[in-house]
């Protein structure tokens, strides 16, 4: 091998939609697992008409074409972790799930990194289908999911947190990851972990593992979910515990929104291609 080549890097196998803008989905993924140190392995399972404002069409891609692209890319490449973003469709996420069972044949601990978008940030569709439904076959498969406060509210209704992680757990999720950026606090983002559940005689809660605090910044962002989500998935890849993974990809993704930048009115653009020390 030249000396100058690069190790074999771990190979993370990303399914979401395209977005045109280059702000979030697939385009958002790609740069983020790179900067992380590991490879995307890109199966689109979606073509979006958006800007950094609006979603004004969701068109899914046939379920037998997103799993022939994945099945090429399974039956040759060793898959280190598993990112997954919109399906666009119930029959993609069906296709996905099993595609997933596949790969745990192989890996049992094979980390799967659930980013359950449901709508960008004005509320527009990412689903030919009922977004909160199509990716019911993915909960039990899920190592993390990445819901922010909106999408818990969603998923799981208006109760506290720890209630809301519990629910997602009970579906199968092993870890959940509760983002706060899309919440109302007036101030610093509160992301929280749940890695367990705890029952009692008189509640059945999610253990709140950890919780990290960040600046809330004055603008608004297109991808930032998918940036985090993303990140978590090259960490969880690199063989990093649940802990410090989550750690290092909220550092990582705080630096993307703070070096931001704009391409036209509307929500800023994380610089997921910034200098940032993956190491540490």
């Known amino acids: 091998m030249h000396a100058a080549y690069r190790p074999t890097p ?38 979006t008409v958006q800007d950094n404002a609006s979603v004004f069409a969701v068109h899914p891609l046939e379920p037998g074409l997103v799993r022939h692209q994945a099945q090429v890319l399974i039956d040759r490449f060793e898959i280190a972790a598993v990112k997954l973003g919109i399906a666009g469709s119930r029959a993609n996420a069906e296709a996905i799930a099993a595609l997933i069972v596949q790969l745990r044949e192989k890996n049992p601990a094979l980390p799967v990194v659930l980013d359950p978008v449901l709508a960008n940030g004005r509320g527009d569709s990412l689903s030919a289908d009922d977004a909160a439904r199509v990716i019911e076959p993915l909960y039990a498969l899920a190592t993390v999911i990445t819901p ?17 992680a519990a629910a997602l757990m009970k579906r199968g999720c092993g870890h959940v990851l509760l983002k706060g950026g899309h919440g109302p606090q007036e101030h610093d983002v509160v992301n929280r972990w749940y890695g367990q559940l705890f029952r009692s005689e008189y509640a059945e809660d999610a253990v709140e593992s950890a919780r990290w605090s960040w600046q809330r910044l004055p603008d608004e962002f297109h991808g930032s979910g998918c940036t985090l989500a993303a990140a978590l998935s090259a960490c969880l890849a690199r063989g990093l515990p649940m802990r410090e993974a989550i750690d290092l990809a909220q550092r990582y993704t705080q630096h993307a929104l703070s070096t931001s930048y704009a391409i036209a009115a509307g929500q800023r653009i994380p610089n997921r291609i910034a200098t940032f020390d993956a190491a540490h």
């Open 10 to 47: 771990p190979c993370v196998l990303v399914f979401s939609g395209s977005d045109p803008s280059g702000g979030a989905g697939m385009q958002a993924d790609i740069p983020a697992i790179s900067a992380l140190g590991c490879h995307p392995l890109s199966v689109p399972t979606a073509l």
């Open 148 to 164: 922010n406060l909106n999408e818990a509210r969603r998923l799981c209704g208006d109760i506290a947190p720890a209630r809301q």
